[in-house]
């Protein structure tokens, strides 16, 4: 096997709303919601959970112990899913209350991680209209973070990004949003309209879409994620379109490695032909610390996946799998009662055929049997 490449991929990172107003630069805290009418109030709910949140926060601060995993780690690539509009504009989306944006200089949260690429094809990409979305392209684009499932017209949105890597040839970022997770239809980029990289429901059409786009930026020794912003919250299981869609995904588009989100908790994951499919990676940072829990489900305890691959064919040669539990906007590393509940969540009590959990302490990781 060739040298590994080594990917970390985040969940849903929403960085607006409180931790905007935690941060040293800050929108206007004014929210459309049908109850919550300023943005302050989620850090004063937090605050009430678990004590006072200094402020302001560094750049670097939402990403807490997280940092020294990543360092630790070694990443060629970091990824995540970005649903947060990087703007100043005060011209939300029509209709829309739960809307998320931070102010242009907070973009520096991301340069504190290194974040290389951003999938923006998800519900929130648009909140604050197309100016909205003009502005995150431009802050991404003069932080040097590279995106992929939105743009200025249908074709930039529906291209792969190009992540050249160390050692030859690129990783393609395909990002699309499936309406089942929200996104209005009228967001859908055309030829001549801003908007994202669409799907209005999972089909053979769709599939053959997404193929024809990879297609036509793929080279040889190129790998290929896709990222998939699909379904609905809080979800029992995984729905059987999704499952099928992924596993086409791989065998008939050549995929290496399946991103999926939108859930915000963690979902299991599966092995399809020796590839990676992740169902729902759940958030990864929120401001949602002092609402209720929504059942069993736990938006606060999230993970970072160490992704490694085989450099040459795309098979998985191992996952990490790392917990946070975010604590005054923060990642921290969480107790073992709360490591065990994910565990559980995820469902590591089984591994796929072939391979075996090892469970490291305060992180597990996925090798062959």
Known sequence: ?????????????????????????????????????????????????????????????????ALEWLRAYGPQLRIVNLETAITASSRPW????????????????????????CSLANNHALDWGQQGLIDTLTCLSQAGIRW???GLTARAAQTPARLPLA????????????????????????????GVALIERIDAAALARIQRCIAHRRRPGDRVLVSLHWGTNWVAEIPAQQRWLARHLIEEAGVDLVFGHSSHHPLPLELHGERLILHGC????????????????????????????????????????RPFQLRGFQLRVPAMAERERLAAQIGLASAP?????????????????
């Open 1 to 65: 096997m060739a040298e590994p490449l080594k990917i970390v991929l985040g969940g849903d990172l929403m960085l607006g709303r409180g931790i905007d107003q935690c941060l040293r630069h800050n929108v206007d805290p004014g929210l459309f919601e049908p109850v919550v009418h300023d943005a302050r109030h989620y850090v004063d709910l937090a605050e009430r959970r678990n004590g006072p949140i200094q402020r302001p926060l560094p750049p670097e601060a939402p990403w807490g112990e």
């Open 94 to 117: 029509r209709g829309k209350a739960v809307l998320y944006r931070m102010h242009p200089a907070n973009v520096s949260c991301l340069r504190a991680a290194r974040i290389d690429a």
């Open 148 to 150: 992929a499932g939105a």
């Open 167 to 194: 050692h030859g040839g690129a990783l393609l970022l395909s990002a699309w949003g499936v309406a089942s997770s929200g996104i209005p239809l009228r967001w859908q980029a055309r030829h001549d309209q801003p």
């Open 282 to 321: 759940g958030d990864l940072i929120n401001d949602y610390e002092g609402l209720p829990d929504h059942g069993p489900w736990r938006s606060d305890l999230v993970c970072l996946y160490g992704v490694e691959l085989d450099g040459a064919s795309g098979i998985l040669q191992a996952l990490e799998l």
């Open 353 to 369: 055929p072939g391979w075996r959990w090892h469970n490291r302490g305060d992180h597990w990781r996925l090798e062959r049997a």
